[in-house]
């Protein structure tokens, strides 16, 4: 593949993560090496490829996209959103529409894709499979689909939960929250730092084998997943343990060897 990853990530700063960079970076390198793979298969040039970018945020995936040279639709329900990236897009290729998953027209979304993204989305919806399938309805015949799912009993949400037990019986003392404001992550946060503006909890939990039979419902091929980390982004363990990038990279490696159950989430592909 003859595009520069770290090329993207200068230039494209706000694509980044100040606490999760090489994450971030990963996650756009196996996406569009997925793509570049498939638009070989399929004969067609960048420009050709149009990618449907889901519940896009603020841009991190469909800026980089675009720098890449492929067409890019990215769609979201948060005006906030949807308002910084066009602030940030400087990209023809690149354009963006309001949509709101539960009651916007599917039909309405213009024309076919050759790859759709849904990444960092389907853990929020309770009726992911069907919200999924309405999208592929917009594929390409053939058709790319990418994504990125945390693993719903991976230690990072372990933690989660358990802050939240401890949070709901102890959240008023001063002791708490002095030892929650020293385990932020950072003191201040942007619009940069989140993947949207309007970031919504996690109502579906996928386990490995539910991930599995989503993805067999869908009748999908050539299914690819990676894992993608073991403890970054957990509680405590990444302000103490994994507050260098040296120490991510290892957390990163480590979930490469690791059953897939036990990480803390994949990028998938099919």
């Not at 720098?67 to 005006?79: C, E, F, K």
């Not at 308002?83 to 599917?106: I, R, V, W």
């Not at 302000?239 to 690791?258: E, F, H, S, W």
Request: aromatic share 12%; net charge negative; hydrophobic share 40%.
């Amino acid at each position: 593949m003859d595009i520069d990853i770290d090329r993207i990530f200068t230039e494209l700063p706000q694509v980044g993560h100040a606490n999760f960079q090489d994450l971030f970076k990963d996650r756009v390198r196996f996406f569009i090496e997925q793509i570049e793979t498939f638009r070989s298969e399929i004969g067609k040039s960048r420009e050709e490829i149009r990618i449907l970018d889901v519940a896009c945020g603020v841009g991190k995936n469909a800026l980089a996209f675009a720098h890449t040279g492929y067409q890019v639709l990215g769609i979201d329900n948060g005006s906030e959103s949807l308002e910084y990236l066009d602030k940030e897009n400087s990209f023809p290729n690149l354009q963006t529409y309001f949509f709101d998953l539960y009651e916007s027209d599917y039909d309405s979304i213009p024309g076919e894709f050759d790859v759709i993204v849904v990444a960092a989305i389907l853990e929020h919806l309770e009726n992911s499979g069907e919200i999924l399938g309405n999208f592929i309805g917009h594929a390409s015949k053939p058709c790319l689909i990418l994504g990125d799912l945390p693993n719903g009993y991976g230690a990072a949400e372990w933690v989660h939960w358990v802050r939240k037990k401890v949070r709901r019986s102890w959240g008023e003392t001063e002791t708490y929250q002095r030892v929650s404001e020293s385990l932020r992550y950072k003191k201040e946060y942007n619009e940069t730092d989140s993947v949207t503006l309007t970031d919504t909890p996690h109502v579906h939990d996928f386990s490995w084998p539910m991930l599995k039979a989503l993805l067999s419902h869908q009748e999908l091929e050539s299914i690819r997943i990676r894992n993608v980390d073991f403890l970054i982004g957990t509680p405590v363990i990444q302000k103490v343990v994994l507050g260098t990038r040296a120490a991510q990279r290892a957390d990163v490696a480590l979930a490469q060897i690791l059953p897939r159950w036990m990480v803390n989430g994949w990028f998938l592909s099919g």
